[in-house]
């Protein structure tokens, strides 16, 4: 099997250091790994897996010779760099939110719909987290049963506000459990006017409102890729929440579809699809709780129920450790089935 040279844009990120880990987990065949982030970072040694890297400033000329790069260093860095990447001949996965509702770009869950690689010109985007979650979980469903409408609640956790998110939880825990106010720096929205405590809270804001309909910018990533991923004008209504879980999103999700639901016919999707855990016994109590399942590279689902009015309906809970089925693994299984599919050379 060829190996690739390849590079991890935002490499001391939280998304990037799982990145790395990916990579060597999922055995993508690589032959050298070039670790980039901001000048600040570079020179700094990062050891895995017996290996040493030291990490590079990002530059224009950073992409010479690479055949692949990981990309997880906010939108305005992919849009000033990733156009030299592309330059140089390098397919690009990017992680941030930038080129994911540009037409011209796959936004691709490769479980779901995988084939849209074949339609790249060197940039492929990762949907939102709770989006690859979603859709995830529900591609087999929508499949068979054809779902017309979803309605979602968010249980986010701080991971999905990168590393000063995790700090700003772990600071506050102790200072609310020391008898002291706690200090928001960075929750709901680094960029936001105001900041609240997240420590035994939960924020029902995650990033920024938009003000002429009500719903924050994370909610319509939910509405807007979801409908691109699909590929249907499916009806989604989103909900997001920051709740104080340090690693790991969960979402109530109900659906509502074409065809009449077989129960059945649901269990035996969900426990037969790619990339998902059907986590499913009442009479046990057994059930997806994000601190099951910290490293994992799978949605988790459970509580998976009919609706008692309709038969076109029905409920499930879903769980996935954000930084990896919801950020680093998506990006690195895209680049896997681009291998499978021979878009890799």
């Not at 987290?129 to 979603?134: E, F, Q, R, Y």
């Amino acid at each position: 099997m060829k190996k690739f040279k390849i590079a991890i844009v935002g490499a001391t990120g939280a998304v990037g250091r799982e990145m790395l880990r990916c990579v060597f987990q999922f055995n993508f065949p690589f032959e050298s790994i070039k670790l980039l982030a901001s000048a600040r970072s570079a020179g700094k040694e990062i050891e895995f897996e017996g290996h040493k890297f030291v990490v590079e400033e990002l530059t224009e000329n950073s992409f010479e010779g690479v055949e692949v790069a990981f990309w997880s260093a906010g939108g305005s860095i992919s849009e000033k760099y990733m156009k030299y990447a592309v330059e140089a001949g390098c397919v690009n996965i990017d992680n941030t939110s930038h080129f994911r509702m540009d037409p011209n770009v796959p936004l691709v869950v490769p479980e779901v719909n995988g084939e849209a690689l074949v339609n790249h010109h060197g940039i492929i985007s990762c949907p939102n987290c709770t989006t690859i979650m979603m859709c995830s979980a529900l591609t087999r469903l929508n499949d068979e049963f054809d779902i017309e409408r979803i309605v979602v609640s968010t249980y986010q956790a701080v991971s999905g506000a990168g590393v000063a998110g995790m700090e700003e939880l772990y600071r506050q825990s102790q200072e609310v459990l020391d008898g002291k106010e706690p200090v928001a720096k960075t929750l709901p929205c680094a960029g936001d006017k105001k900041h609240f405590p997240i420590a035994f809270n939960c924020i029902p804001q995650v990033d920024k409102f938009d003000l002429s309909n009500g719903y924050s910018k994370e909610e319509m990533k939910m509405v807007n890729e979801t409908k691109k991923i699909f590929n249907k004008d499916i009806e989604v209504n989103a909900t997001c929440v920051r709740v104080p879980v340090l690693r790991g999103h969960s979402e109530s999700i109900y659906i509502e579809t074409k065809k009449t639901i077989d129960m059945d016919k649901v269990f035996e999707l969900l426990g037969n699809s790619t990339g998902i855990d059907l986590c499913d016994d009442l009479a046990n109590q057994v059930y997806p709780m994000p601190t099951s399942f910290i490293g994992d590279e799978l949605t988790h689902v459970g509580r998976v129920r009919k609706d008692l009015y309709k038969d076109n309906a029905l409920s499930l809970w879903i769980t996935g450790d954000q930084l990896m089925k919801g950020a680093a693994y998506n990006s690195v299984d895209i680049g896997l089935k681009m291998i499978e599919l021979g878009l890799l050379k």
